[in-house]
């Protein structure tokens, strides 16, 4: 019988000890099969949908932490197409629904409405949406974005001169009204931190702190259908299609970025810009083009990934949202439906149960165009926001 001796082992078949850090390890445990029955396996290639039960089982097979997360990530993917549960809301606006946000501040949740008649409505009510007049920004004139940073909310009108609303949760009923001199048809905004840029006819605008109203125009020559800052960088989405960078260290002189695609392409408007990473931006077109590229090639027009099955030819305004977790990606088409996507791979979500398109939010068909959505973290889980008319849809994603 071999002396054990710390830190070593005994190898019968050689007769001799060797340290325990040579030792070979055990295999780890092959998957066990799953059996498949061949009409599930026919009817998932033919409709392309993602079974829950095989997305489990292969979490709990898998040793590879991208397998895991791959079967994670598809289980969500199934869970999310087979929504059913659509709570439909009635709101009491003069007009129709152009925008809507939500967010949350100091555990209490509030929602912001601009309707096609120049008002700002607001609800503080976490259980019910029970929305409010706040303040008119221009009669007649569309709302034409909101936007919500720390404990303010912006919101911008489309007009004959350009108002905005600035709305200070911290103290109750403040509501600033501001004008800018020289500028007309605000078309999309983004507020962060104390900076606001603004896409308006034949320009950006950027405001370095909106309490000192700082005012810097950044030339496009073409109208500015979609806004985004990240860090010190601005992105304008234009009509006749160039995406412009500009710095906001360096003023006015910007880049365009991805010129290449044009090259054998018709150029189309940029409707919506979103930052995925920082260097991963999404963008949506008028052609119904639904793409990300990467931004550390500038000049490089092939896209990363496309979302196809998009529905678009002259919309200007079409909702487009995707979860805080920049997973999932929703759009509204012109066909008046909504579809959904991973981010990552471009799958569309595609339901694998026979439930009434009615009760499927992903392939029914709504009442006019959706111009408006949203994703939130609720209380029940993660839901989808979607306004046509004067109707609010509040989609539980994943529940049934």
């Known amino acids: 019988m ?44 033919k409709r392309r949908r993602i079974s829950s039960w095989h997305s489990n089982e292969t979490t709990r097979t898998s040793h590879s932490i991208g397998e895991r997360y791959q ?38 949740t509030h929602r912001f409405i601009g309707d096609s008649r120049g008002w700002l409505y607001s609800s503080a009510e976490s259980e019910s949406v029970l929305f409010q007049a706040d303040v008119n920004l221009q009669p007649e004139s569309e709302v034409s974005s909101i936007s919500t940073y720390g404990a303010r909310c912006i919101a911008t009108s489309f007009g004959p001169s350009a108002k905005i609303a600035v709305q ?13 001199t020289g500028l007309h048809d605000i078309w999309s905004s983004h507020f962060e931190e104390a900076s606001l840029v603004l896409g308006v006819s034949t320009k950006a605008v950027y405001m370095s702190d909106i309490d000192a109203f700082s005012v810097q125009h950044l030339e496009t020559h073409s109208d500015v259908f979609a806004v985004r800052q990240h860090g010190t960088v601005i992105f304008a989405g234009c009509r006749n299609g160039n995406i412009m960078q500009f710095d906001k260290r360096l003023g006015k002189r910007g880049q365009k970025l991805h010129t290449n695609r044009f090259s054998k392409q018709q150029r189309t408007s940029v409707l919506h810009l979103e930052m995925l990473t920082d260097w991963q931006v999404l963008t949506s077109y008028m052609n119904g083009g639904l793409m990300t590229f990467d931004l550390r090639f500038t000049r490089e027009g092939s896209p990363l990934v496309q979302y196809h099955g998009h529905h678009n030819t002259y919309t200007q305004r079409l909702g487009i949202a995707i979860d805080p977790s920049h997973e999932f990606l929703f759009a509204a088409g012109e066909d008046r439906r909504i579809r959904a996507w991973s981010v990552h791979t471009g799958r569309p979500l595609i339901s694998s149960s026979s439930h009434d398109d009615m009760d499927d939010p992903f392939n029914r068909v709504f009442p006019g165009v959706v111009e408006t959505m949203q994703v939130t973290a609720e209380r029940e889980g993660l839901c989808l926001w979607a306004g046509h008319d004067q109707t609010l849809y509040q989609i539980y994603l994943g529940q049934q």
């Open 2 to 45: 071999p002396v054990e001796l710390p830190g070593f082992y005994f190898d019968t078949s050689r007769n001799r000890y060797f340290p325990l850090s040579s030792k070979l390890k055990d295999p780890l445990p092959q998957p066990v099969p799953v059996p498949i029955s061949d009409d599930y396996l026919i009817h998932s290639r």
């Open 71 to 108: 079967a994670s990530h598809d289980f969500v993917c199934s869970q999310y197409a087979n929504t059913t549960r659509v709570l439909e809301k009635k709101v009491p606006v003069f007009g129709r629904i152009k925008s809507f946000s939500s967010m949350t501040l100091d555990g209490n």
């Open 168 to 180: 200070d949760l911290n103290m109750t009923g403040r509501i600033s009204l501001l004008s800018l």
